[in-house]
């Protein structure tokens, strides 16, 4: 299975799946930290960082599965819980 994963952070949705046998195609991220992150790991894969943007046809693959994350920053106790 091919997956588009959204709101990608550092690509911990992506390396779950793809240890159970899926493969990344594409990702959306924003954040220049987390999109140089994704590159280092999964150089080759296009990132797009616009979601309002992104369009089917930008993407070269079928897509089987798409995920995608939320903003973790409310909820962890590694912050101020401000997001």
Same mark, same amino acid.
């Given at each position: 299975?091919? !997956?588009?994963?959204l709101f990608s952070g550092i690509g911990g949705f992506?390396?779950?799946?793809?240890?159970?046998?899926?493969?990344?195609?594409?990702?959306?991220?924003?954040?220049?930290?987390?999109?140089?992150?994704?590159?280092?790991?999964?150089?080759? !894969?296009? !990132?797009?960082d616009d979601i309002t943007k992104l369009k089917g046809e930008m993407i070269n693959e079928t897509i089987?599965?798409?995920?995608?994350?939320?903003?973790?920053?409310?909820?962890?106790?590694?912050?101020?819980?401000?997001?």
């Amino acid at each position: 299975m091919r !997956i588009l994963d959204l709101f990608s952070g550092i690509g911990g949705f992506s390396l779950g799946l793809e240890k159970a046998g899926m493969k990344t195609v594409a990702f959306c991220e924003k954040d220049k930290f987390c999109q140089k992150v994704l590159k280092k790991h999964w150089s080759g !894969i296009p !990132i797009f960082d616009d979601i309002t943007k992104l369009k089917g046809e930008m993407i070269n693959e079928t897509i089987d599965l798409v995920c995608g994350g939320f903003p973790c920053q409310p909820f962890s106790v590694a912050g101020k819980r401000k997001g």
